[in-house]
Antibody
């Protein structure tokens, strides 16, 4: 069974940093692209960042570019999101999501998703 | 960036009704579209990918159609467990983007 378990969320002040991790199991992690998707309280879904299976490139939403860094450790089956210069508007549940199909380069649809970890940016 | 516009934003329907949700892309995305269902407090669940392919395990009452800029998700006979919020998502180009969501409520 595929499992994605996010960790690292919490309360942080504006301008602070936080590192999210997603521990993957039940599939060949190194064969799948991975993404982070967030959802602000009571709002819709926003794709944040993605990394192909190969890890050679990284992609970001304009709202986080230059502040967030996605990475993966295929030896530890772990996806990470380093979040710097956090803003109040970054407050959201952050989901880790696996691509549906194994591919070395594409990032397309997400299945499954983790249960999410809440990040609250507030003074 | 490609903007995804869903309509309606909410719909009230009864069990057994046929429900149609529309998603429009601001530019052509071929068939690079997915649909998700999300229930309160839960992570989204993939229903349809590549515009019309049914994800394994998803009931056949769900179907997707369209290509280019206009797409549709249809629930042929609404069941009690289908009351949820539905999102479309384009995978044609970065940044990947979602529609604003359609909440399907009990009439």
């Amino acid at each position: 069974e595929v499992q994605l378990l996010e960790s690292g969320g919490g309360l942080v002040q504006p301008g602070g940093s936080l590192r999210l991790s997603c521990a993957a199991s039940g599939f060949t992690f190194s064969s799948y692209a991975m993404s982070w998707v967030r959802q602000a309280p009571g709002k819709g879904l926003e794709w944040v960042s993605g990394i192909p299976a190969s890890g050679g490139s990284t992609y970001y939403a304009d709202s986080v570019k230059g502040r967030f860094t996605i990475s993966r450790d295929n030896s530890k089956d772990t996806l990470n999101l380093q979040m710097n210069s956090l803003r109040v508007e970054d407050t959201a549940v952050y989901y880790c999501a696996k691509d549906r199909t194994s591919s070395s380069s594409r990032i397309d649809w997400f299945d499954p998703w983790g249960q999410g970890t809440l990040v609250t940016v507030s003074s | 960036d490609i903007q995804m516009t869903q309509s309606p934003s909410s719909v009230s329907a009864s069990v057994g009704d046929r429900v149609t949700i529309t998603c429009r892309a601001s530019q052509g995305i071929s068939s690079w579209l997915a649909w998700y269902q999300q229930k309160p407090g839960k992570a989204p669940n993939l229903l349809i990918y590549a515009a019309s392919s049914l994800q394994s395990g998803v009931p056949s009452r769900f179907s997707g159609s369209g290509s280019g800029t206009d797409f549709t998700l249809t629930i042929s006979s609404l069941q009690p467990e289908d009351f949820a919020t539905y999102y479309c998502q384009q995978a044609n180009s970065f940044p990947l983007t979602f529609g604003g969501g359609t909440k399907v409520e009990i009439k």
